[in-house]
Every structure is written in C-alpha cells, then in structure tokens.
C-alpha cells in the first residue's frame, strides 16, 4: 500500500492503483458475498472476523474485503442511519471528550467491526487517554480495511470504483488514509447502473489544486438504503389501516 500512496503523491494523472488480484463489482459482489454466508468457506463471515479482531497477520487484503463484503449482509449494516453515531464519536474525540468518544466508540464497534470511522476514532481515543496499545490495535485494523479497499479497484473510473461499505468511506480513504483534500463531491453509476461516489483528490503537493477524481463503489449501501425506505412506508401503511 506505501507503494500505492506514493504513486497518488508522486503522479499527476493516476492510471493505476496496483491490484494484487483483480476484483469486479458486478462479477464477484455476490459469488464472494455468498461464500461469506457458506460456513465450510476460507471467506466464511465469522472464520474471518475472528482473525480480524485478532489482528492476524497473515489474513490477506482480498480475505478482509470478502469480510467487508460479507458485513454488507449484516442486520447490523446500515450505512446512511449509521453516520449519524459515526459523526458523534468524531465530535466527541473533537471537544477532547475522549473517555465518552471510547465508550461510545466501543458500543458501536461491537456491532460494527468494520467501520473506519470508529476504528480510527478508537486508535485516537486511546491514544489521548494514554493507553498506546490500544491505539495500535485499533488503528492497524484501520490500516487494514483501507488497504483492502484500495485493492478493491483502480478507483479511476466508475467500472474501477474502490469497494466502500459507507458513503463516508471514500472521504476517509482521501482525508485520513491518503492524507490529501477533497475537491468536488457528487454521484454516478457504472455500466450497469450500480451507484458511485465520485471525490476530487487533491494531492498536498499540488500548486493548482488540480483534481484527480476517484470513484467509490456503494451500490450495496443505497439498496440497503432502499429497504429501510420501504420498510418504514409499509409500517406507516399499516398503521393506517388500524386506524
């Protein structure tokens, strides 16, 4: 992943992000997500979870996108309801209430392993509160996901799009990962209409603020999205009908 970064630093136009294996959205989205549901698997949901909390070395970038993927399936996965609790735990960290941020942080954590918000909210958390190991664990599990989601894709095109389980992943991925700005903001689709997050990078080094957009795929995000939308239609339909 240094390697990655320092192609996005050193490079105007980025035309590769290096993929140690190749991944297409529209492909292997499902076949992998059906392996993280099959429990006789190596990309078995919670096979791996249990290595990722274990901080274990030798799980590999792709293994830890299949459990990003898998967590897509989650009742616990909502990703645009979950902003709100994400955007807490930064104010909390923020206004230098660490011990609320951590406690808060770990409530949220423990039905969420995979968000990037808390994670490295967590790894600051600790490391205000002095408490240095936990800061590592957490913010190498931070590391780890955003090195598995820049693997993801070439995220030069919305065919390439970086796997992103939450909207603000991609900003994380610019902001605190890559350590650049992010320019414009908006919104497309892929060949096949699955929806993307487009950010304009800004490298640090650039003179003229030059944008170089990248592409965040969260097709998985708005169709849960959707159902939380239909679902609340239909509890307020019934209600009706009592009345």
């Known amino acids: 992943m240094r390697q990655i970064l320092t192609i996005l630093i050193l490079t105007v136009s980025l035309t590769t992000f290096g993929q140690e294996y190749e991944f297409d959205y529209h492909k292997d989205y499902e076949k992998i997500l ?3 549901n099959d429990t006789s698997s190596n990309l078995n949901y919670d096979k791996l979870l249990k290595r990722f ?28 309801s979950d902003i709100s609790i994400e955007r807490e735990i930064y104010s909390l960290n923020g206004n230098g209430k660490f011990e609320e941020a951590k406690e808060k942080g770990l ?25 240095q190991d936990s800061a590592d664990y957490y913010s190498y599990q931070f590391n780890r996901v ?10 030069t095109s919305a065919d390439s799009a970086f796997f992103s389980l939450t909207p603000i992943d991609g900003q994380n ?22 929806f993307v ?19 965040f795929q969260i097709q998985h995000a708005m169709k849960e ?6 679902e609340a239609v239909k509890k307020m339909d019934k209600q009706k009908k009592k009345k």
């Open 225 to 230: 999205m959707n159902l939380q939308i239909e």
């Open 34 to 36: 059906g392996q993280t």
């Open 173 to 194: 991925f610019i902001r605190k990962y890559l350590r650049a700005k992010i320019g414009t903001m908006g919104s497309g689709s892929d060949s096949y209409g699955n």
């Open 107 to 131: 409530k949220f954590n423990k039905t969420h392993p995979l968000n990037q918000m808390t994670l490295i909210e967590l790894s600051y958390s600790y490391y205000k509160l002095n408490n």
């Open 197 to 215: 997050d487009i950010l304009g990078y800004i490298s640090k080094d650039s003179e003229n603020e030059e944008e170089i957009p990248l592409y």
């Open 53 to 80: 909390k274990e901080n274990d070395t030798a799980l590999t970038d792709f293994e830890v996108l299949a459990l990003m993927i898998g967590f897509t399936m989650d009742t616990n996965y909502h990703a645009y």
């Open 146 to 155: 955003m090195e598995a989601m820049g693997q993801s894709g070439k995220g």
